[in-house]
Nanobody, 121 residues
Framework: QLQLVESGGGLVQPGGSLRLSCVASRRSSHAIGWFRQAPGKEREGLSCISSSGSTRNFADSVKGRFTISRDNAKNTIYLQMNNLKPDDTAVYYC????????????????WGQGTQVTVSS
């Protein structure tokens, strides 16, 4: 089993920044994706990073503002979020899958518990 724990969420003003962290319970070759789910909406794929460090972005709404990275020595994947907007308010999740990146929620067997991000003045 692979366990994932997110942290770094909180309340931030529009235009502000946050860095989310996703710590894996062990070293692995899984691809890690970041997703979010706003109230009343479906879970949305944002971006993904493979074990080799290649990245894919899935959401046009965050391109140029969100950056995914990973530190394999720390078993940690980050999501740097800049220029945050009220529409970015959601619970943010990281998830892991074996066979490379995908934006399909159902293909990720391992999920963290989520961290709340609220963008409001």
């Amino acid at each position: 089993q692979l366990q994932l724990v997110e942290s770094g969420g909180g309340l931030v003003q529009p235009g502000g920044s946050l860095r989310l962290s996703c710590v894996a319970s062990r070293r692995s070759s899984h691809a890690i994706g970041w997703f979010r789910q706003a109230p009343g909406k479906e879970r949305e794929g944002l971006s993904c990073i493979s074990s080799s460090g290649s990245t894919r972005n899935f959401a046009d709404s965050v391109k140029g503002r969100f950056t995914i990275s990973r530190d394999n020595a720390k078993n940690t994947i980050y999501l740097q979020m800049n220029n945050l907007k009220p529409d970015d308010t959601a619970v943010y999740y990281c998830a892991a899958r074996v066979y490379g990146c995908s934006d399909t929620v159902s293909t990720y067997p391992y999920w963290g518990q989520g961290t709340q991000v609220t963008v409001s003045s």
